[in-house]
C-alpha cells in the first residue's frame, strides 16, 4: 500500500498493509486530517517512527464483526492494555502501556489502510461526509473541556490560538457562553472565525483579565500570553503540546494563584 512514512524525514512509499490481529479491524482510509501533533511529529515529537496521523475517516473491509464490514467509521486513538487501573476506568489515553495512533508506537492514518481494535471504532452517520468526520477526534478533544470544568455565561472566556483546535473550542463554548472571545495572530483565520459568529480579533478587547484561558496555540509561547491575561486565581487550560521544553513562569502562578488544567483526548461519542 502507499504511505506516509517517517524517520527523521518524511517520504510517500509502498509497505506492506497491516494485518488486523484478533479484535481488530482492517480499516481503509478514505480521508485524513492534519493536526498540529502531526507537525510537531515531523520535528521529532514522541520519537515517533512509522505512519503517522490520528484523524481519519475509513471504510472497516475486514473485522471478526460482520455487522461491521463496509461500514463507514472513525476511531478512537489511544489503544491500552486493558488490564491496568487506567483501563478498568476507561482511561485509555492514560494507560502507562497505550500506544496512540500515529504517535506512539502504532502507523497511523496517512496510508492507504489501518487497524485498530472494534472497541475503538463508532460508525458514521450517512448524513455526514467523510471530510467532515475526521474533525470528530479533534472536536472530541475540545468537548473533553466541558467534561474538566464547569463553564457558565457568566465567566469571561478566552481562546488563544486561531488555528483548528481552537476554532472548534470557540465554537462548543460558544454555546454555552456566546461572549467566548478569540485572540487569534493570522487576520484570515480572524475573519472565518467571525465568519462563523464568534467574538475574535488579533487583541483582546472588553476584559482587561479573564476567568478562563483556553490556550491551543501549537506555540510554546502560548502559556506565556496566557499568563498575561488571566486573572488572579484564574484557569488556564492547556491544550497544546510541542516537541520541546518549554520555560513557565512558577513565580505568576504562584502568587496569583492561578489553575493549571492540561486537556486531552475526549468522548466520541460527545462528539
Known amino acids: 500500500m502507499k504511505a506516509l512514512y517517517f524517520d527523521k524525514a518524511l517520504r510517500l512509499c509502498t509497505v506492506a498493509a497491516p494485518k488486523p490481529k484478533p479484535g481488530e479491524a482492517l480499516i481503509k482510509v478514505t480521508a485524513v486530517g492534519i493536526c498540529n501533533t502531526d507537525l510537531e511529529i515531523l520535528k521529532g515529537y514522541m520519537s515517533f517512527k512509522g505512519i503517522p496521523g490520528h484523524e481519519f475517516c475509513g471504510i472497516v473491509i475486514k473485522c471478526d464483526d460482520s455487522q461491521l464490514i463496509n461500514k463507514r467509521v472513525v476511531g478512537e486513538i489511544n489503544i491500552g492494555c486493558r488490564e491496568c487501573s487506567a483501563c478498568n476506568m476507561n482511561l485509555t489515553r492514560h494507560c502507562p502501556r497505550r500506544t496512540v495512533l500515529g504517535i506512539q508506537g502504532k502507523d497511523g492514518a496517512m496510508a492507504q489502510y489501518l487497524t485498530l481494535p472494534v472497541e475503538n471504532l463508532h460508525t458514521v452517520s450517512d448524513n455526514i461526509e467523510d471530510s467532515d468526520a475526521v474533525f470528530v477526534e479533534p472536536l472530541a478533544a475540545a468537548c473533553e473541556i466541558l467534561e474538566q470544568i464547569h463553564l457558565s455565561p457568566s465567566h469571561n472566556i478566552m481562546v488563544v490560538g486561531d488555528g483548528k483546535l481552537a476554532a472548534l473550542i470557540a465554537q462548543i463554548l460558544h454555546v454555552i457562553n456566546p461572549n467566548v472571545f478569540v485572540k487569534g495572530l493570522q487576520p484570515e483565520k480572524i475573519q472565518l472565525l467571525k465568519n462563523l459568529g464568534l467574538h475574535a480579533d488579533t487583541k483582546p478587547f472588553g476584559h482587561r483579565t479573564w476567568d478562563v484561558i483556553i490556550e491551543a496555540t501549537g506555540n510554546p509561547e502560548g502559556i506565556s500570553l496566557a499568563l498575561e491575561y488571566i486573572k488572579p486565581r484564574g484557569t488556564i487550560i492547556l491544550k497544546s503540546t510541542y516537541n520541546q521544553k518549554i520555560a ?22 460527545l462528539a
Open 248 to 269: 513557565i513562569d512558577q513565580n505568576a502562578i504562584v502568587i496569583n494563584e492561578i489553575n493549571i488544567l492540561g486537556s486531552r483526548c475526549g468522548n466520541f461519542e
